[in-house]
């Protein structure tokens, strides 16, 4: 049932996502992180946690030189990628 929790919980947040006024017009990087993640989920390929891990991680080595916000985005923004 934990699982099942879970699964509601992602559900939710898109939801509500979905229905967040949108100024740009384009998605956010985080919710493309996210539905790329889910669809990691169902391709039928090992590994799931770890590629999972790898799409959502910062893979740079150099040190920013001024953090842009304050706490992260649980994804690094397309152009760290």
Same mark, same amino acid.
Request: proline share 6%; with cysteine.
């Given at each position: 049932m934990e699982h099942r929790a879970? &699964?509601? %919980?992602?559900? +939710?947040? !898109? @939801?509500?996502?979905?229905?967040?006024?949108?100024?740009?017009g384009?998605?956010?990087?985080?919710?493309t992180? &996210?539905? %790329?993640?889910? +669809?990691? !989920? @169902?391709?039928?390929?090992s590994d799931r946690?770890?590629?999972i891990l790898a799409r959502m991680s910062d893979h740079s080595t150099?040190?920013?030189e001024r953090a842009g916000m304050k706490g992260a985005c649980g994804t690094p923004p397309p152009d760290h990628q």
């Amino acid at each position: 049932m934990e699982h099942r929790a879970r &699964l509601l %919980d992602v559900a +939710a947040f !898109l @939801d509500r996502c979905d229905r967040a006024p949108d100024d740009t017009g384009e998605e956010d990087f985080r919710i493309t992180a &996210l539905r %790329d993640a889910i +669809a990691l !989920l @169902d391709d039928g390929q090992s590994d799931r946690t770890a590629r999972i891990l790898a799409r959502m991680s910062d893979h740079s080595t150099e040190p920013v030189e001024r953090a842009g916000m304050k706490g992260a985005c649980g994804t690094p923004p397309p152009d760290h990628q």
